[in-house]
């Protein structure tokens, strides 16, 4: 996704703090963990979304909540005709897990 050139500082202030209905969203649809980064020189956005399940997930899209949160943060992002935020999928060159050591 990407943030409007100098708008980065009310992106941060339009998510802090989250709408709580958006929040009761995001948790009924599985979300367990969601982090948001910024290049600030690029203004492209990175998020990173723990999930219980992919078909829950996808289906915020459809939720009046995610439409309302759209629209609110349009007039700050490069959008989809829908109000979505342009955003890509990533391809995944590297993963690695590791059990942590017993000490």
């Known amino acids: 996704m990407k943030v409007l050139p100098n708008f980065a500082q009310e992106y941060t202030k339009r998510h802090n703090p989250i709408w709580p209905e958006l929040k009761e969203i995001l948790q009924s649809h599985g979300v367990i963990n969601y982090n948001i980064f910024l ?57 690695l897990k590791i059990k942590p050591l017993v000490i």
């Open 39 to 95: 290049d600030k020189e690029t203004n492209i956005l990175f998020a990173h979304a723990e999930i219980l399940n992919d078909e829950k997930w996808n289906s915020i899209a459809e939720t009046e909540v995610c439409k309302k949160w759209w629209k609110y943060m349009a007039d700050i992002m490069e959008i989809e005709t829908d109000n979505s935020p342009v955003a890509l999928d990533l391809e995944k060159v590297f993963s």
